[in-house]
């Protein structure tokens, strides 16, 4: 454990409290990137107490981090905490929220699985119970389907090659933050970790799609990516999730559309003007994970023609158009209903299963 400020600078955590960041949301001052750079290399290198740490994460969440203060934790992360393992394919990057849901089903399974059967690869990452919520994401889906999820990174690599989706475990691709998490889970709030973890991007991959409460957070997260020295994304979609996670919601959702050169933009997307008539409570299960793995498992397989075919089908869409790989959602919408109706969305649930 470190113990001397010489290591690392002139900035620990108690100093950074009480002179820069500590005196609450109205007065305190920003830091500047190599301050917060050195402050996450002293939590990561376990050096701060944890009064002092949760002090720190409560201070950074009443003050509202910036952008340049969110890319120094990121780049850090990435440096220090990071296993990335690229696959040969160039796969779109979804940065679910790790805290997973509580009331609607869990969609991006299926949405990835039919990605990935109509030639759009998809990498998603989540963690285990990860603080605060504790809720199903997407490992435990996946462990309900039968697919192996506890890989390290270069597994989940060949993964995503041999099939056109994968799965990378944070505790294998991310140790440094699975090594915060008693202490996360004990300040009972989100802290910026919260944030950073969805952009570790372990795949090394090109395009991100992730979601969003608001849309400043939106525009907070793509400057977050143009300020960060790791960070190498061409492009970025970020939408209004269900549950903050990266579902498209029933009816009316906001997107922000972000490439470098190019800027970002946002728009609206409706799930009716595709012939969708859902609303989100349409969505809701009782059993989060089993009911999840179950409808991932009907809608691939062509057994059902509900709203939650209509749901997984628009966000495989999406997935395909965060790629370029189709110039519209509803050019995706025909491209996975194809793979629904030839088996194609089946076949690669077994090829992970078989994995």
Known sequence: MAQTTQEFGD????????????????????????????????????EPDATTLGAFWLANRWKRNTPEELAAYTDVMREEAVVTAEPDCDPVDCGANYDGKHTSAVLGVGAGVV?????????????????????????????ELG?????????????VDETGFGFYYQPEFNPGIQDLYDRRD????????????????????????????????????????KTSEELEYSRAIFFQGME????????YTKVAEWSR??????YEIETAEY?????SEDLAVDDVTADSATITEEVVGGEREDQFAD??????????????????????????????????AEAVLEELRSF
């Open 311 to 344: 749901a997984i089908a628009v966000n495989g869409a999406f997935r395909m158009y965060a790629r370029q790989d189709v110039d519209s959602v509803e050019e995706g919408l025909e491209r996975a209903r194809e793979v629904i109706d030839d088996g194609s």
């Open 11 to 46: 900035w620990p955590l108690k100093r950074l409290m009480t002179e820069v960041v500590g005196s609450g949301h109205k007065s305190a001052d920003d830091m500047t990137r190599e301050q917060a750079r050195e402050a996450f290399q002293r939590i990561l290198a376990g």
């Open 186 to 225: 004990q300040m009972g709030v989100r802290t910026f970790v919260n944030t950073i973890e969805t952009v570790a991007n372990p795949a090394n991959a090109d395009v991100h799609l992730g979601s969003f409460y608001h849309l400043a957070f939106a525009k907070k997260m793509t400057d977050l990516i």
């Open 115 to 143: 990605a990935a059967a109509a030639g759009t690869p998809v990498v998603v990452h989540s963690g285990d119970r990860v603080p605060t919520q504790k809720a199903t994401a997407y490992k435990h889906v996946l462990d």
């Open 147 to 159: 697919v192996g999820t506890e890989l390290e990174p270069a597994e989940s690599a060949e993964m």
């Open 275 to 279: 012939g969708m008539e859902m609303e």
């Open 244 to 251: 903050g996670y990266d579902d498209i919601r029933p009816g």
């Open 261 to 266: 050169g190019s800027g970002l933009e946002d």
